[in-house]
T-cell receptor
Framework: AQSVTQLDSQVPVFEEAPVELRCNYS??????LFWYVQYPNQGLQLLLK??????LVKGINGFEAEFNKSQTSFHLRKPSVHISDTAEYFC????????????FGSGTRLSIRP | DADVTQTPRNRITKTGKRIMLECSQT?????MYWYRQDPGLGLRLIYY???????NKGEISDGYSVSRQAQAKFSLSLESAIPNQTALYFC??????????FGEGSRLTVL
């Protein structure tokens, strides 16, 4: 069965500090991987995605993620966060074969302290 | 104007009432989805549709029904609302790369 685990439900960091949000998945077949961001009182929007090719993926707002097939991970990183990065972040997995099987993690709430 | 529009944005109702949440999109996508968001549980798929004649159940379809009135419109109904259906509901569309485009959500409270 396919599943997505975000181990950290909340991550507090100071402004301008680096951050890593962890995501692990389990799947017996190849997958597409995504990170979505949800700002307060808004819908989700795509931050970045891995479909194939380079395992290091760069997204919007200075975020990047690395696909690690051996560890089945897709951790999200940013070298220096801003107050405006305060949001909830969702990792999502999708099987190659079916767009319907888009599974979301439980989310990580990132709070930035000045 | 938003590409994916949900109405109403907020609704408070009573147990046993019938509720319809509507979604319309201007992206021209064939695939549309309804998700439910609960704190600590992420998003869970309720129903999805790949075209007007194709409707599929997601992981939590019990207590819900949907209607795909046109390529651009996908409605979610709760025939008899119950308190544990209190949640934030999202409509989404997708293109061939599987990226989802979300509406801003409909917050439903069932008393």
């Amino acid at each position: 069965a396919q599943s997505v685990t975000q181990l950290d439900s909340q991550v507090p960091v100071f402004e301008e500090a680096p951050v890593e949000l962890r995501c692990n998945y389990s799947s017996s077949v190849s997958v597409y991987l995504f990170w979505y961001v949800q700002y307060p009182n808004q819908g989700l929007q795509l931050l970045l995605k891995y479909l194939s090719g380079s395992t290091l993926v760069k997204g919007i707002n200075g975020f990047e993620a690395e696909f690690n097939k051996s560890q089945t991970s897709f951790h999200l990183r940013k070298p220096s966060v801003h107050i405006s990065d305060t949001a909830e972040y969702f990792c999502a997995v999708n099987l190659y074969s079916s767009a319907s099987k888009i599974i979301f993690g439980s989310g990580t709430r990132l709070s930035i302290r000045p | 104007d938003a590409d994916v529009t949900q109405t109403p944005r907020n609704r408070i109702t009573k147990t046993g009432k019938r509720i319809m949440l509507e979604c319309s999109q201007t992206k021209g996508h064939d695939r549309m989805y309804w998700y439910r968001q609960d704190p600590g549980l992420g998003l869970r798929l309720i129903y999805y549709s790949f075209d007007v004649k194709d409707i599929n159940k997601g992981e939590i379809s019990d207590g819900y029904s949907v209607s795909r009135q046109a390529q651009a419109k996908f409605s979610l109904s709760l025939e008899s609302a119950i308190p544990n259906q209190t949640a934030l509901y999202f409509c989404a569309t997708s293109d061939s790369d599987r990226e989802l485009f979300f509406g801003e959500g409909s917050r439903l409270t069932v008393l």
